[in-house]
């Protein structure tokens, strides 16, 4: 590879004396931590099958080492015998179109990520090799039988019977049953591939059914009011033919799967495609079998799929045939042609956040695609993201369409809200389940009927708790807990970053009582519950044992056939899941996850409640949710109680605003994970003064630097890790700042070995 010419984005090209000539020259983005791209010769043997989008290997380095990049950009210009030649091409096929390439380049700018590694992540490797599909070998004629009987002295019959039926065909056909079909054999085909009359062509084929057909059905029922001047404002946002974003707000229940539907029916029908996003846990049979009877032709596209499945899909997406994707994040990158729309489900959903780099978020990859296309999206939520909620009130592209009641108006649970702290007083000791809770628990049995358990995400943290007084460990300047990081010894908040070293004794006037470290987790909640109740089928779910979507299915099929009376989970059970079973929720511990981990806390809370309340009950008895805290004045508790969610949004900003959090100012963190606490210390605090420096040097306004701190998941793996959060109101400035950063050259080593975050949802 040619070294960087220091200020053009390219490597260099072309030098004065060299010995010039005029070419084909790719520009590829290597498949390695750099931030540039780089020009190779195309041999021309390679011109006819290069294209852009597709993965070859290069020589770099003085010993030549290949190493895998992609090819960017084409051109036929002038360069001289300096520049070194494309070694040789890897992928069949490339489903990276120009439009992909381009937001490729801003998806790694943005996420700040080589544009290699993001053009990796945006095509699955199976797709991009074709991977899982079988290789048939197909004859078919060269020239007309009319032209080869003119030009054969004389035909064998055999040979006369293999020509007929290729032109009766009219298309390849496959050569094992071509033979077999006329009885000839491959010694007979050979001679007529040689003579010129037939040749043989490969073609791609799936190995079995993978896909099957269900009967199109449109339902009878006609859109309520609300929906149909929801569904008018999304269809004059497709008709305006440019960007927009249009919030479709409305609780589960309410309506927006048909929304969707129908606004993607009117974009199939002007002859675009349709990409349906929704979280991995939603995606369940239900909707797809629904989405399959609305449309005639869907891909669906999910982390389930085989290899040759999603090569196929791919394909099928690519050529036009197939008008609507649903699927997961892989999705968003789905290689249409003519998209004219992007729904995006449950768009507050964390999981839509990729977890290694780049680490973008599909919501925010759909609007950018959608705003370079000049196309509309539109983002569902029973419960939007602040970040949503905020860009609705000051950005004009932004609008909200709104669906306030269920379609069948199903009464809503009566929630009571239990405070553990009095629960604790009253029992003399640290219980799991109050009596409340064990209570209608055991009714809930005893009507047959079936009960969800939900923690507020799998909390590690622990929190500090008095026995003698209650007292909950909180931030002095927040509403959050502090909590404990065993390897320093210090409580932190992880909300405004405050922490003070651990009290052993409780800090309230004349209590002194001794504090304990409070934890929980499904597990204990699984074997306590089991306990209580011996004859009850419990079971878990949680990310431990979520890990395969067949053993979550498989779950999902024993609680539907009421195999489980008790599930006991995480958030994730709450979504997307309508079990008529269930009358009863209990919150085990709501405080888990707002003590825990960051400054979306509160915001998380508040969908668990609402998620909550969405799932338990049904026509004939409403549901009952009874929620566990420690700490029942917290926001995402009070309002969501209430089913207020406009209070808790200006509230939750207004917190935000205060404390210079997003959606105010945007953060990058940065994360240094090194084998020796001195050295992961050092090298965060080399890293947050240059960023000091840098942001002094320019006079940078609101962009500031916090840390290092450690992370609240202090060691991972026998790591240590610290963290740099860098916040600053402008994506430009911190897209800059976190370039400059990368290709410092004080910095060395250390920036190669750090993980950037841009928006980031988890801060543990
Ligand atoms: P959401 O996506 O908001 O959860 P859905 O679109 O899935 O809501 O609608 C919930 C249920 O109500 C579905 O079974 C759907 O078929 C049905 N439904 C939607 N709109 C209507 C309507 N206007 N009349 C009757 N049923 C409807
Ligand atoms: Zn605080």
Known sequence: MRPPDGNGSTGHLWIEEGDKRVGMVAEVAPVIPVTKTYSFAVPESMEARLATGQRVTVPVGKRGRCIPAFVVQIDRRPWDSTLRPIESLVDRESYLTEELIELGHLISRYYCCPLGWTLKAMTPEAVRQQRGLRTVRCAKLSKSLEEIRISAKRLSTKRQRLLERLESAGEPLEVRSLLSDVGASESLLRAVVSAGWVEIVTRKEVPEEVFSSVPRVEPDFELNADQKSALGQVTSAIEAGEFSATLLYGVSGSGKTEIYIRAMQRVVAAGNQAILLVPEIVLTTQLVQRLSSRFERVAVSHSGLTDAQRSVIWRQVASGEKQVVIGTRSAVFAPCRNLGLICVDEEQETSYKNLQAPRFHVRDVAIMRAHRLGIPVVLGSATASVETWYNCTHRPEFRRAVLPKRVKDLPLPKVTIVDMREEYRRQRRQVLLSDLMVRQLSETLEQAEQAVLLLNRRGFASRVYCPSCGTLLRCPNCTTFLVVHTTTGESACHHCHTRIPTPSVCPVMGCGGRLVHLKSGTQRVEDVVSQVFPDASVRRVDSDTMRHRSHYQQVVNDFESRKIDILVGTQMIAKGLDFPHVTFVGVVDADVGAGAVDFRAQESLFQLMTQVAGRAGRADSPGRVVVQTMAPDMPGLRFAVKHDYDSFVQAELAARKRAGLPPYRRIARLVVTRDREETVRGEGQALAQWLRAFILARAHQHTEVWGPHPCPLARLRGRYR???????????????????????????????????????????
């Open 722 to 764: 610290y963290d740099v959060l860098l916040l600053s109101p402008s994506p430009s400035i911190m897209q800059e700042i976190l370039l400059q950063m990368r290709s410092a050259s004080e910095l060395g080593r250390i920036v190669r070995r750090i993980t950037i975050d841009v928006d980031p949802v988890s801060m543990s």
